[in-house]
């Protein structure tokens, strides 16, 4: 309901979810990239320790895959039940900058964002999980 969405704080530019709340963007629902539905979803951001607004969209994918699959089976979702299959892994974000000179400086800044990525040693029959491809 309309009541239980509101805007940021005024000023408020670094967002600071309460307990009971979930940080969102535009931008995902631009995309198509909405959430389902459930409230077992804050569980699993609790069991993580983050929130929405630091996922990658990837996230969104591997929640959608998780909720469709155990919903399918007629399994209740849980975040005791997303946890043995995925994991929080960090991907920082890299810039290069171009100088005067054209010499091409990188580096790697303060923020970054977070994805669900599949367990390392998780056996699956076909194993492609990459976040980035070689260029040709």
Known sequence: SAD????PPKGETIAQPRSDEV???CD????CLWLPLDPMM???FRLFGVYLHQMASTSILRLSLYMWLVKTCQIVPSAEGFAPVFRVHYQPKKIVVQTSDNAK???????????F?????????VATNKNKWATD
Do not use: E, M, W
Not at 28 to 31: D, N, R
Not at 117 to 125: E, G, I, M, S, Y
């Open 4 to 7: 239980d969405v509101r805007q």
């Open 23 to 25: 940080v969102d963007f």
């Open 28 to 31: 995902l629902f631009t995309a």
């Open 42 to 44: 804050v569980d699993i």
């Open 105 to 115: 400086i990188s580096a790697i800044p303060q923020y970054g964002c977070y994805t």
């Open 117 to 125: 990525a599949k367990h390392k040693n998780l056996p699956c029959p």
